[in-house]
């Protein structure tokens, strides 16, 4: 099983969008998370921080500026999805990755507080 480490500057950047209202609240997870396509697209036009400003999780042992490095997508490269961040806490809970866990669940709460 792969370790992961908190990516801080994915938690202040879903913070941050959250705090700006670009967010979706109701969304099918598996339809709307970004597939290889997707991914290679935003890449085209963005730089690998950006990229990894989506991903809570940083998997150790693994190189910078690749797929790999990057885990636990909570948004579509736009927006935060609610249940990206339901999938994050609940893969992170399930597998032990505490500090994506806690970080996670945090994001969630300040989303349904900033929702209403």
């Known amino acids: 099983m792969a370790s992961y ?10 913070r941050q969008l959250i705090d700006q209202r670009q967010y979706v609240l109701d969304s099918d997870w598996g339809d709307v ?8 697209a935003y890449l ?4 690998w921080d950006e990229y990894a400003a989506w991903h809570l999780g940083l998997t150790e042992g ?25 999938a994050c806490v609940y893969r992170a ?11 996670a669940h945090d994001l969630l709460q300040h989303l349904d507080a900033v929702s209403g």
């Open 62 to 86: 693994a190189a910078d500026e690749t797929k790999g490095r990057y885990a636990f997508a909570y948004g579509d490269f736009r927006r935060v999805h609610r249940t990206g961040l339901i």
């Open 93 to 103: 809970s399930e597998w032990r990755h505490k500090d994506v866990e806690l970080a």
């Open 5 to 14: 480490s908190l990516n801080p500057a994915a938690v202040k950047h879903a």
């Open 44 to 47: 085209d036009k963005h730089s």
């Open 33 to 40: 998370q970004s597939n290889a396509a997707d991914q290679n």
